[in-house]
C-alpha cells in the first residue's frame, strides 16, 4: 500500500493564482480530512469527508474548497492565493469516524508571494 | 485560551535521561486522547493513545488526569532518535470526531 500520498510535494504560487493540491488513499478509508500546519499553531483543520459525496468544513475553511467524488481522491483547492495561506498542508485519512488513528500524507510546502 | 496546550519547548536531554511533557486541554468533554510524533519536516504519526487508566509502551507511558484536564507522556531512557516534536490530540465531545491537536512539544536528546 502506498498510504496517503500528496502531490506536489513543494510550490510557490503568486497571489492571486489558484491551483489544486492532490490527495489519494489506496486504505479505503471513510474519513479524509486536510490541515494546515503553521509555526506555532498546530495543525488546522481546513475541510473533511466523512465518504464520497460528502464534505464539511473544519476551523479554517476560507479560501479554500473541496470535492469528494471517489473514496479515495479528496482535492483541496485555493481560489485566489493569498500570502497567509503560506503553509504546509497536510492530507490526512482514517478509517472511520470513531476510529481515531489517522495517516497522514507527507505534505505540500506552499509559498504564496 | 487554546483549546489544546504545550509547552513549546524544546527540551534538551541528554541521551538517557527521563523526560515528560505535559498537555492541557479545556473541553472537560474531551473524549479520547493522544500523542503523535513529529520528526523535522515530516508527516505526524501516531505515537500512542492515552487510557484512563494510563499506558504503557516500551519506555513510553501515556497518563490522563481528567481532573485537571492534562494529558501526560514520559520518555525513559532517551535515545537520540526520540529527537522529535511530539503533538497532542484530543477529540472535544460534541466536535463531530473532530481531532484537534496541540502545537507541540519539541524534544532534542544530546549525545
Known amino acids: 500500500n502506498a498510504g496517503v500520498t500528496q502531490t506536489p510535494k513543494f510550490q510557490v504560487l503568486k497571489t492571486g493564482q489558484s491551483m489544486t493540491l492532490q490527495c489519494a488513499q489506496d486504505?479505503?478509508?471513510?474519513?479524509m480530512s486536510w490541515y494546515r500546519q503553521d509555526p506555532g499553531m498546530g495543525l488546522r483543520l481546513i475541510h473533511y469527508?466523512?465518504?464520497?459525496?460528502?464534505?464539511d468544513q473544519g476551523e479554517v475553511p476560507n479560501g479554500y474548497n473541496v470535492s469528494r467524488s471517489t473514496t479515495e481522491d479528496f482535492p483541496l483547492r485555493l481560489l485566489s492565493a493569498a500570502p497567509s495561506q503560506t503553509s504546509v498542508y497536510f492530507c490526512?485519512?482514517?478509517?472511520?469516524?470513531?476510529?481515531?488513528?489517522?495517516?497522514f500524507g507527507p505534505g505540500t510546502r506552499l509559498t504564496v508571494t | 485560551r487554546k483549546e489544546v496546550e504545550q509547552d513549546p519547548g524544546p527540551f534538551n536531554v541528554p541521551e538517557g535521561a527521563t523526560v515528560a511533557f505535559n498537555c492541557t486541554y479545556s473541553?472537560?468533554?474531551?473524549?479520547?486522547f493522544f500523542w503523535y510524533r513529529q520528526d523535522c519536516r515530516k508527516e505526524p504519526k501516531l505515537l500512542m493513545s492515552?487510557?484512563?487508566s494510563g499506558n504503557e509502551d516500551g519506555r513510553f507511558t501515556a497518563q490522563l488526569n481528567r481532573a485537571s484536564q492534562y494529558i501526560s507522556l514520559l520518555i525513559r531512557d532517551s535515545k537520540l532518535s526520540d529527537s522529535a516534536t511530539y503533538l497532542c490530540?484530543?477529540?472535544?465531545?460534541?466536535?463531530?470526531?473532530?481531532?484537534?491537536f496541540g502545537g507541540g512539544t519539541r524534544l532534542m536528546v544530546k549525545p
Open positions: 469527508s466523512v465518504g464520497a459525496g460528502i464534505t
Open positions: 492515552v487510557y484512563s
Open positions: 490526512a485519512s482514517r478509517p472511520g469516524l470513531s476510529l481515531y488513528e489517522q495517516y
Open positions: 473541553n472537560s468533554a474531551s473524549q479520547s
Open positions: 486504505m479505503n478509508h471513510e474519513y
Open positions: 490530540v484530543v477529540t472535544p465531545q460534541g466536535a463531530g470526531n473532530m481531532l484537534t
